[in-house]
């Protein structure tokens, strides 16, 4: 009922930016009402674990994976159902698949939490 779409991933040389996007919209010919809570990037990379990168709360509150710190910055836009994540000084070690995650709380409806399909980063040394 629910999709989640990442945009903004490519190939940046080490030290360059990159901003991905997110956008949580209805499915196409479905008509519901919903919110979007905590909102939030993960990436893995090729035989690693899903990581968390960044998480913000629908109250703005952020919390920032410990190799990210100082360098990402998670914010959402002005449609609360959106999430951008700037990353600055890319390091090769950012390379990876990162995916969008959403906690959805339809009206009159219990909250579900959704992926996006995620959107490769390459950093290339």
């Known amino acids: 009922q629910v999709q989640v779409d990442e945009s903004g991933g490519g190939l940046v040389q080490a030290g360059g930016s990159l901003r991905l996007s997110c956008v949580v919209s209805?499915?196409?010919?479905?008509?519901?009402?919903?919110?979007?809570?905590?909102m939030g990037w993960y990436r893995q990379a090729p035989g690693k674990q899903r990581e968390l990168v960044a998480v913000?709360?629908?109250?703005?509150?952020?919390n920032y994976g410990d190799s990210v710190k100082g360098r990402f910055t998670i914010n959402r836009g002005n449609v609360k159902n959106t999430v951008y994540l700037q990353m600055n000084n890319l390091k090769p070690e950012d390379t990876a698949v990162y995916y969008c995650?959403?906690?959805?709380?339809?009206?009159?409806?219990?909250?579900?939490?959704?992926w996006g399909r995620g959107t490769q980063v390459t950093v290339s040394s």
């Open positions: 913000i709360t629908d109250a703005g509150s952020t």
């Open positions: 209805a499915a196409a010919g479905v008509g519901i009402h919903f919110n979007v809570d905590t």
């Open positions: 995650n959403v906690d959805v709380r339809p009206v009159g409806r219990v909250t579900r939490n959704y």
